[in-house]
């Protein structure tokens, strides 16, 4: 059983948190300590402990995580100036 932890929570909406988007493998949440002006964690719904737990079975959640961070980067105008 993978470990529990806040971001968890978070995914399962068990604790509060500003909630950007949500699919099935991957959440995106405002930082609540953020350090820019635009702040978002992109994470997997998936708990992966280290690098070393990655599997091959992960590529789609992981691209997802890319794909997401630049989807969010233009809704936010911040694709021009880097993130």
Do not use: W
């Amino acid at each position: 059983m993978a470990e529990e932890t806040i971001f968890s929570k978070i995914i399962r909406k068990e604790i509060p948190a500003n909630i950007v988007y949500q699919d099935e493998l991957v959440t995106a949440f405002s930082d609540i300590s953020p350090q820019a002006k635009t702040h978002i964690l992109i994470i997997p719904n998936k708990v992966i402990p280290t690098v070393n737990d990655v599997t091959e079975q992960d590529e789609i959640m992981l691209g997802r995580l890319f794909s997401v961070a630049a989807k969010l980067a233009k809704e936010e105008g911040i694709a021009e100036d880097g993130y």
